[in-house]
Nanobody, 120 residues
Framework: QVQLVESGGGLVQAGGSLRLSCAAS????????MAWYRQAPGNQRELVAA???????NYADSVKGRFTISRDNAKNTVYLEMNSLKPEDTAVYFC??????????????WGQGTQVSVSS
């Protein structure tokens, strides 16, 4: 079993900042890519940012220059630093990880989500 637990969401005014964290735990042999997705009411879940085990990053155009994804491989943790937040960033943010477990089985896992609300 592998669990992803997010933290750091909350309510912030437009222009403010938040930092999300997601820690993976359980029977982990290795973690490949880690990513953050978000889903606003009535919208599909969308990729916000992703990072490979080697540190290569990818961002949605809507967050480039404002959000930064990083990871600590020793802690099996991925972070999302969000600056210059806008009301349109309001959504539930989900952590995602591509994991090979102790039985060498590779699966994709999701966290439970954390709410980010940006007021205007």
């Amino acid at each position: 079993q592998v669990q992803l637990v997010e933290s750091g969401g909350g309510l912030v005014q437009a222009g403010g900042s938040l930092r999300l964290s997601c820690a993976a735990s359980g029977s982990i042999r290795s973690i490949y890519s880690m990513a953050w997705y978000r889903q606003a009411p009535g919208n599909q879940r969308e990729l916000v940012a992703a990072i490979t085990s080697g540190g290569i990053t990818n961002y949605a155009d809507s967050v480039k220059g404002r959000f930064t994804i990083s990871r600590d491989n020793a802690k099996n943790t991925v972070y999302l630093e969000m600056n210059s937040l806008k009301p349109e960033d309001t959504a539930v943010y989900f952590c995602n990880a591509d994991v090979r477990n102790s039985l060498w089985v590779r699966n994709n896992y999701w966290g439970q989500g954390t709410q980010v609300s940006v007021s205007s």
